[in-house]
């Protein structure tokens, strides 16, 4: 995906989810991806635990995907990827609160000390990367159940990490218990903690699809509303049709909107368009522009990106029952894709905006699958 301001702000990317080989999903690939370990970008100045953390219940978060989306003509943000996470108490998943789900910046000049200036040929790298227990340049140790940074060490065997005492005892109960100090510590099954991964490819969206699915929109919701009226009208005449108008039939509109939008392409799961504008589940909850937090460099944030309600499919989760949900989380970043780390600051992964839209109870029944 290319965050290039050049492009013209009506142009979105749709993200598609595709089975890749292993190899294609590691750092030095640069990938878009779903699931798994984080592939991080910059080997230094990653997220603390602590920002790591849900802001509700506390407890460590989950990586969710990534977006690769380096700015052309743009040298210090040559190499730029999105990073997304997520809870997974489906308690913490209250109606449109975003505390519980992150989104971090990291870029880097063409010349870097992690990666070749050429870009990387497309087989598996000689020297590998299959140890994902510590990043290969910094030396940093990642935690074995989620990929994040891990500061605290198995006690008895000194050789897992973990970024804290929840996933510890999360390992040691399933897995580490038997294997703590033996020869079988080196075969690794997947932790229970990640999302099944898968690589996220894109495609632009079709231009003569979207135009006519506005107009479709526009045409259906005109003869809907006409209709609509009529028989409201017979049967409840003395209700105040139109505050019932204001509140219910605009939601509707946006709601049918969106569901005519993605109607070409129903397995997007991620929607791209720097600069450009979300589509909306709902015709509540969307934010204001002081709603949205300038960047700390004072330079105002954007829309890039937003995640699909489809992606709920795939990571196993979407239920009638509790389980973590949205409608759709739309990720606003520094306008001026900004430097942030310097002399003063040694953080290479900077906090963005994001915003959590649910479905309103009128149209959750009805939202995409």
């Known amino acids: ?53 849900c802001e509700i219940c506390r407890l460590p978060m989950a990586f969710l995907l ?61 020297d590998g990367e299959s140890d994902k227990s510590v990043l290969s340049v910094s030396g940093i140790k990642l935690c074995w159940v ?5 500061n605290k060490a198995c006690s008895r065997c000194h050789t897992v990490s973990y970024c804290g005492k929840h996933h510890q005892t999360l390992h040691w109960k399933h897995i580490h218990k038997r294997e703590c100090c033996t020869q079988e510590a080196s075969i690794v099954p997947t932790s229970t903690v990640l999302f099944p991964e898968s690589e996220l490819v894109t495609e632009p969206e079709e231009e003569e699809d979207t135009k006519e699915a506005e107009e479709d929109t ?3 919701e005109e003869e809907k509303g006409s209709e609509d009226c009529a028989s409201l009208a ?57 709603d949205i937090p ?23 989760v979407d239920s009638t029952g509790a389980s973590i949900d949205w409608g759709t989380l739309v990720v606003y970043t520094c306008s001026a894709s900004c430097n942030h780390a310097d002399q003063y600051h040694a953080d290479q992964y900077h906090p963005e905006f994001i915003w959590k839209q649910d479905f309103s109870s009128d149209d959750v029944q009805m939202k995409p699958t």
């Open 146 to 150: 989620c990929g994040c940074p891990g």
């Open 1 to 53: 995906m290319s965050g290039d301001p050049s492009r013209s702000s009506v142009e979105v990317d749709l993200g598609f989810l595709e089975e890749a080989e292993p190899w294609r999903l590691l750092s030095p690939q640069f990938p878009s991806k779903v699931g798994g370990k984080p592939a991080w970008l910059s080997q230094t100045g990653l997220p603390s635990v602590s920002g790591l953390a």
């Open 294 to 316: 300038a960047c700390t460099c004072g330079a105002k944030r954007s829309f890039e990106f937003q995640v699909m309600p489809q992606l709920l499919n795939s990571l196993c």
């Open 66 to 126: 990534q977006v690769y989306a380096p700015i052309s003509g743009q040298d210090r943000s040559f190499h730029r990827t999105l990073f997304l996470f997520c809870c997974k108490t489906s308690e913490c998943y209250t109606c449109n609160d975003s505390r519980c789900v992150k989104v971090f910046r990291c870029q880097l000049p063409r010349r870097n000390e992690f990666y070749p200036y050429d870009p990387p040929e497309d087989k598996p790298s000689s």
């Open 218 to 220: 526009k045409e259906s």
């Open 234 to 290: 017979d049967a409840l005449a003395e209700v105040d049709l139109e505050e019932m108008a204001m509140h219910e039939t605009e939601d509707h509109k946006v709601f049918q909107r969106f569901k005519k939008r993605i109607a070409p392409e129903p397995h997007q799961v991620v929607r791209y368009s720097r600069g450009g504008s979300p589509l909306w589940v709902s015709s509540r909850h969307i934010p204001c522009d002081q």
